[in-house]
């Protein structure tokens, strides 16, 4: 018994007391510097958000602030770990394996805190676009995010093969080998990634632009490297391959210089002519000073005999930046033709039909001889051509 307690005794002498403090010692220092670094971080982030005057930004990192601490902390704790060891009369296999382990997982913490600072960017380059007048920046803030993160995880990648010593070269050369099964396999892949690139060279559209890609209609709201994303008017979301981008015709509503307005105005047959004149020369003068119309381009004109109506033709162009603008540019203009038709005396035409039921006897009384109908023909003749002479002199 005694040789016993004699033999914990001895082994509790031998722990190496200074080892254990000095454990200790190094990580609390390295919660304390990871604290201390992420807090530097954040708080430069946070001035370059203000500087900017982006408070959506501040807003996002103020609540995202453990999210950038927690890769920092575990990747001080781990070094800190391994640097305790020496302390400790450890095998050589055993720390050789521990320091694999920290680099391993230092790559593994610097690809998270690289995607977390992406994510940042992303945001920062997001409200730079929103203070900017070109759509196009909307565009190539989200895709430089994906860029970036891409880059961050390959290179990660590569770095933890190294440390691992995966043999690289046989790998590259089994995808050599493999390469065409690959691109096979992948070709839809390679098409959409070329088709955003297309996007970002050519630029035929924005975030934002109404666009009609075969058939497909709606606004674009998001690019990516597999698809482009578009808002339907129903509302649907719809996911076009940016392989399709590549060959397909993309109409660009959003661009337009202006745009047209083309309507019938329906009028009663009973309207008098003068009432018409008065009412085609004004709205061309609504037309004259609404601010958003074009001033040098326009058509007013009674244009058609209908079934049931007299049609005046609207042919007019809006110079507006977006959908929305232009709804708010013609609800103007109907609205004051509507108030110009109350004021006049115009009354607007609906489908309407009148039938007259004759007997056969009267009607065969009324039916009027040769010698009336050409009077009346030689007395329609004498009218037009003195309405000819005295209104278009």
């Known amino acids: 018994m005694e040789s016993l307690i004699e033999y914990y005794f001895n082994m509790l002498l031998s722990v190496n007391v200074t080892g254990f403090i000095f454990t200790g010692l190094v990580l609390v220092s390295g919660s304390v510097i990871a604290h201390i670094?992420?807090?530097?971080?954040?708080?430069?982030?946070?001035?370059?958000?203000?500087?900017?005057?982006?408070d959506l930004g501040a807003f996002l990192i103020s609540n995202q602030l453990p999210k950038l601490h927690f890769p920092i902390q575990i990747l001080l704790f781990i070094w800190s770990l391994l640097l305790s060891l020496t302390f400790f009369n450890v095998f050589d296999v055993w720390f050789d394996a521990g320091l694999r382990f920290a680099k391993v997982s230092t790559y593994i913490m610097l690809v998270w805190l690289g995607l977390r600072l992406a994510q940042y960017i992303e945001v920062f380059l997001i409200g730079k676009a929103d203070q900017s007048t070109l759509k196009?920046?909307?565009?190539?803030?989200?895709?430089?995010?994906?860029?970036?993160?891409?880059?961050?995880?390959?290179?990660?990648?590569?770095?933890?093969?190294?440390?691992?010593?995966?043999?690289?070269?046989?790998?590259?050369?089994?995808?050599?080998?493999?390469?065409?099964?690959?691109?096979?396999?992948?070709?839809?892949?390679?098409?959409?990634i070329f088709g955003s690139l297309t996007v970002v060279t050519d630029r035929p559209f924005s975030i934002g632009d109404w666009v009609k890609v075969n058939n497909v209609e709606g606004t674009v709201e998001e690019l990516g490297f597999r698809s482009t994303r578009i808002r339907t008017f129903y509302n649907s979301l719809v996911s076009v391959p940016n392989s399709v981008l590549l060959t397909a015709?993309?109409?660009?509503?959003?661009?337009?210089?202006?745009?047209?307005?083309?309507?019938?105005?329906?009028?009663?047959?009973?309207?008098?002519?003068?009432?018409?004149?008065?009412?085609?020369?004004?709205?061309?003068?609504?037309?004259?000073?609404?601010?958003?119309?074009?001033?040098?381009?326009?058509?007013?004109?009674?244009?058609?005999?209908?079934?049931?109506?007299?049609?005046?033709?609207?042919?007019v162009f809006f110079q507006t930046p977006s959908w929305e603008a232009e709804l708010d540019a013609r609800e103007q203009l109907m609205l004051d033709i509507i108030r110009l038709a109350q004021n006049l005396g115009v009354d607007f035409a609906f489908p309407t039909q009148t039938l007259y039921l004759n007997q056969d006897e009267e009607s065969s009384k009324n039916m009027a001889s040769y010698d009336a109908v050409q009077k009346q023909i030689s007395n329609g003749q004498k009218k037009a051509s003195h309405i000819a002479k005295t209104f278009r002199t």
């Open 249 to 315: 015709s993309v109409d660009n509503m959003g661009e337009r210089t202006y745009r047209r307005f083309n309507t019938k105005i329906a009028i009663t047959y009973g309207t008098p002519v003068e009432k018409i004149e008065a009412f085609c020369a004004g709205i061309r003068e609504l037309i004259q000073l609404h601010k958003d119309t074009r001033k040098d381009y326009y058509i007013v004109r009674l244009n058609e005999f209908a079934a049931s109506s007299l049609d005046i033709l609207l042919y």
């Open 136 to 192: 196009f920046d909307d565009l190539l803030a989200p895709l430089i995010s994906k860029t970036i993160k891409g880059i961050v995880v390959l290179i990660g990648l590569i770095s933890i093969a190294e440390i691992l010593n995966l043999p690289l070269a046989s790998l590259l050369t089994g995808l050599g080998i493999g390469g065409i099964a690959i691109a096979m396999a992948a070709k839809d892949t390679i098409a959409n």
């Open 37 to 54: 670094i992420a807090y530097m971080m954040t708080h430069a982030l946070r001035l370059m958000f203000k500087k900017n005057q982006l």
